[in-house]
């Protein structure tokens, strides 16, 4: 089992619409959340981080931890066609030598 | 402007002829690390550095190469590509204090092998 499991989808959905994309994870030792989103032929750029359980916003994307199931989220109100991509989450323990722990990926299309 | 740089995009070589695909940053990042993305499988670690003359295999190194003898360079070689290697590469650096904001990917390198 990988420590971070992902959906690859492809999730599709009509413009407007909430989406919801998930992580889960089998380490309890984490304690910070990245989600990434990495549009085609570009690197992954860092969207969102919280650290440890709750909930954080910033415009229409809403994070969401959830350390008792090892379960995060990552939501997005009102999505555009511009939010079309693969989003990734990823995952560390505290302390400094440790490195980000990457899901696989979700693809996401929002069609007009 | 704060970016790591990869070089080249795109590659296309044959079986057998050593390449090498450069990364370079100038955040002054201690940690960098090699990545191949490939479909459903992910982004998956090749070789990483916590510093300059310290490298350790990820988790897929079989084939690469990797030397760290300046802080900003970390270039990937590839002695004898074969075709199982046509991927899309990544270099990412980060702090190692502050990976959770700080880490940073290249725009990437699209190889191909035949």
């Known amino acids: 089992q990988k420590e971070v499991e992902q959906d690859p989808g492809p999730l599709s959905v009509p413009e407007g619409a909430i989406v919801s994309l998930n992580c889960t994870y089998s380490n309890s030792a984490f304690q910070y959340f990245m989600w990434y989103r990495q549009y085609s032929r570009k690197g992954p750029e860092l969207l969102m981080y919280?650290?440890?359980?709750g909930n954080k916003e910033d415009g229409r994307f809403t994070a969401q931890v959830d350390k008792s199931s090892k379960y995060i989220s990552l939501f997005i109100r009102d999505s555009q066609p511009s939010d079309s991509a693969t989003y990734l989450c990823?995952?560390?323990?505290?302390?400094?030598?440790?490195?980000?722990?990457f899901g696989r990926g979700t693809s996401l299309i929002v069609h007009p | 402007e704060a970016q790591v740089t990869q070089n080249p995009r795109y590659l296309i070589t044959v079986t057998g002829k050593k390449l090498t695909v450069t990364c370079s940053q100038n955040?002054?990042?201690?940690?960098m690390s090699w990545y191949r993305q490939d479909p459903g499988l992910g982004l998956r670690q090749i070789y990483y550095s916590m510093n300059v003359e310290v490298t350790d295999k990820g988790d897929v190194p079989e084939g690469y190469k990797v030397s760290r003898k300046e802080k900003r360079n970390f270039p990937l070689i590839l002695e004898s590509p074969s075709p199982n290697q046509t991927s899309l590469y990544f270099c990412a650096s980060s702090f190692i204090g502050t990976a959770t904001r700080s880490y940073t990917f290249g725009s990437g390198t699209r190889l191909t092998v035949v």
């Open positions: 955040m002054n990042h201690e940690y």
């Open positions: 990823a995952m560390r323990r505290s302390g400094g030598s440790y490195i980000p722990t």
């Open positions: 919280t650290y440890s359980s």
